[in-house]
C-alpha cells in the first residue's frame, strides 16, 4: 500500500514538474510535440506551460553568439599565400527556422565554419596582396623615415575594411534562410606565409639600408661644406694675423730706424757706435756656428776687432 502511494506521488511530481517550465530573460523556446514544433516560439520570460512526457521545450540563447574560425592558408590574386583568422557575431532572429534547418548551436556553428570561412577565401582570392595587408592609401607625413619612399606604395582601390565588408554581406545572405544573423565580421590576424615573409622582410631591410645610405651621404656631404667652410675661415683668421703682424713688425722697424737715425745724427761716435750694432746685426743673422769666416785686413768687421783689442 505505502509503495503504491510513493509510485503515485512520484508519478504526479514527475507530471508537475514536466508540465511546467521557466524561460529567462537570455532565452528563447520552441516546444515540440514527438519531434515536431508546435505552436509559436516563446520569446517571452516568464512560467510556462506544456504537456508532460508528450511535449519537450528546447532553448535557444537570445544573446550575440561567437564564432571563432581557424587559421587558413589563402591565396591571393597575384598568387602570394597569406594566413587568414577571421571571427564573428551572430545572432538567432528566428528560433523555429533555427530550429528546423539547423537543430542546435553545434549545428550553426558548423555551417558558419562553411559560409564565412568559403565568403572570405573568395574575397582573398579576388584581391591582390596589398589590398589585403592595407586599409587606406596612406602619405607618409613629414619626419617619417620613407617620405621619400612615398612613391613606392601601391596605390589601392579596395582594402581590408572592403573585403570585411563584402565577406559580411555575402556571408549574410546565405545565412538568411537559416533564422540567424551574422552581425559582424572581422580579421583576427592576417599572416605572411613563410616564403612571403621572407621576402618582405628582405625588401624592407634593403629599403631601410637604402635610406641610411641616402642619410649617410648626406651627413658625408654636409660634414664636407663644414669642414670646407672650417678650412676657409681658418686661412682668413691667418692670413688676416699675418697681415697684421707684419704691419706691427713694419711699424716697429720703422721706429727702431728712426731711433737709429736720430742717434747716428748725433755724434760720430754715436755713428760709428749705430754702425757697429748694424754690422754685428748683419753677421748675426748670416753667419752660424758651422759658417767659416775669411776677414781681410782693410775689412770693418776686422777693423773692429782690432780696436777692441788695441791695436
Same mark, same amino acid.
Given at each position: 500500500?505505502?509503495?503504491?502511494? +510513493? &509510485? &503515485?506521488?512520484?508519478?504526479?511530481?514527475?507530471? #508537475?514538474?514536466?508540465?511546467? /517550465?521557466?524561460?529567462?530573460?537570455?532565452?528563447?523556446?520552441?516546444?515540440?510535440?514527438?519531434?515536431?514544433?508546435?505552436?509559436?516560439?516563446?520569446?517571452?520570460?516568464?512560467?510556462?506551460?506544456?504537456?508532460?512526457?508528450?511535449?519537450?521545450?528546447?532553448?535557444?540563447?537570445?544573446?550575440?553568439?561567437?564564432?571563432?574560425?581557424?587559421?587558413?592558408?589563402?591565396?591571393?590574386?597575384?598568387?602570394?599565400?597569406?594566413?587568414?583568422?577571421?571571427?564573428?557575431?551572430?545572432?538567432?532572429?528566428?528560433?523555429? &527556422?533555427?530550429?528546423?534547418?539547423?537543430?542546435?548551436?553545434?549545428?550553426?556553428?558548423?555551417?558558419?565554419?562553411?559560409?564565412?570561412?568559403?565568403?572570405?577565401?573568395?574575397?582573398?582570392?579576388?584581391?591582390?596582396?596589398?589590398?589585403?595587408?592595407?586599409?587606406?592609401?596612406?602619405?607618409?607625413?613629414?619626419?617619417?623615415?620613407?617620405?621619400?619612399?612615398?612613391?613606392?606604395?601601391?596605390?589601392?582601390?579596395?582594402?581590408?575594411?572592403?573585403?570585411?565588408?563584402?565577406?559580411?554581406?555575402?556571408?549574410?545572405?546565405?545565412?538568411?534562410?537559416?533564422?540567424?544573423?551574422?552581425?559582424?565580421?572581422?580579421?583576427?590576424?592576417?599572416? /605572411?606565409?613563410?616564403? #612571403?615573409?621572407?621576402?618582405?622582410?628582405?625588401?624592407? +631591410?634593403?629599403?631601410?639600408?637604402? +635610406?641610411?645610405?641616402?642619410?649617410?651621404?648626406?651627413?658625408?656631404?654636409?660634414?664636407?661644406?663644414?669642414?670646407?667652410?672650417?678650412?676657409?675661415?681658418?686661412?682668413?683668421?691667418?692670413?688676416?694675423? /699675418?697681415?697684421?703682424?707684419?704691419?706691427?713688425?713694419?711699424?716697429?722697424?720703422?721706429?727702431?730706424?728712426?731711433?737709429?737715425?736720430?742717434?747716428?745724427?748725433?755724434?760720430?761716435?754715436?755713428?760709428?757706435?749705430?754702425?757697429?750694432?748694424?754690422?754685428?746685426?748683419?753677421?748675426?743673422?748670416?753667419?752660424?756656428?758651422?759658417?767659416?769666416?775669411?776677414?781681410?785686413?782693410?775689412?770693418?768687421?776686422?777693423?773692429?776687432?782690432?780696436?777692441?783689442?788695441?791695436?
Amino acid at each position: 500500500m505505502k509503495i503504491g502511494i +510513493i &509510485l &503515485l506521488a512520484v508519478v504526479i511530481l514527475l507530471g #508537475v514538474s514536466g508540465t511546467f /517550465y521557466v524561460v529567462s530573460e537570455t532565452e528563447q523556446v520552441i516546444v515540440t510535440q514527438f519531434g515536431k514544433p508546435v505552436g509559436d516560439p516563446v520569446i517571452t520570460p516568464g512560467l510556462k506551460f506544456k504537456i508532460p512526457f508528450v511535449q519537450n521545450a528546447h532553448r535557444f540563447d537570445k544573446r550575440f553568439l561567437e564564432w571563432d574560425g581557424s587559421p587558413n592558408q589563402l591565396p591571393t590574386r597575384d598568387k602570394r599565400f597569406v594566413w587568414i583568422s577571421t571571427y564573428a557575431r551572430w545572432q538567432i532572429t528566428d528560433p523555429l &527556422l533555427y530550429f528546423q534547418r539547423l537543430r542546435d548551436e553545434r549545428g550553426a556553428q558548423a555551417r558558419l565554419d562553411d559560409i564565412i570561412d568559403g565568403e572570405t577565401r573568395n574575397a582573398i582570392a579576388n584581391y591582390n596582396l596589398v589590398e589585403v595587408v592595407r586599409t587606406s592609401n596612406r602619405t607618409p607625413e613629414q619626419g617619417d623615415l620613407v617620405i621619400e619612399e612615398q612613391v613606392n606604395l601601391d596605390h589601392i582601390t579596395a582594402g581590408r575594411n572592403h573585403i570585411r565588408e563584402e565577406i559580411l554581406s555575402k556571408a549574410q545572405e546565405r545565412t538568411s534562410d537559416l533564422g540567424i544573423e551574422i552581425l559582424d565580421v572581422q580579421f583576427k590576424r592576417i599572416n /605572411y606565409v613563410d616564403e #612571403v615573409q621572407r621576402k618582405v622582410y628582405e625588401r624592407m +631591410i634593403a629599403e631601410r639600408r637604402r +635610406i641610411a645610405d641616402r642619410f649617410r651621404s648626406e651627413g658625408q656631404g654636409e660634414a664636407s661644406r663644414i669642414n670646407g667652410e672650417k678650412d676657409r675661415e681658418l686661412l682668413r683668421i691667418q692670413s688676416g694675423a /699675418y697681415r697684421e703682424a707684419q704691419e706691427i713688425r713694419g711699424t716697429a722697424d720703422a721706429v727702431a730706424t728712426d731711433i737709429y737715425a736720430a742717434a747716428y745724427n748725433r755724434t760720430a761716435g754715436t755713428r760709428n757706435f749705430y754702425a757697429f750694432l748694424k754690422t754685428m746685426e748683419t753677421y748675426e743673422r748670416t753667419l752660424d756656428k758651422s759658417s767659416t769666416l775669411v776677414l781681410g785686413t782693410d775689412g770693418e768687421f776686422y777693423r773692429y776687432l782690432t780696436d777692441a783689442n788695441g791695436r
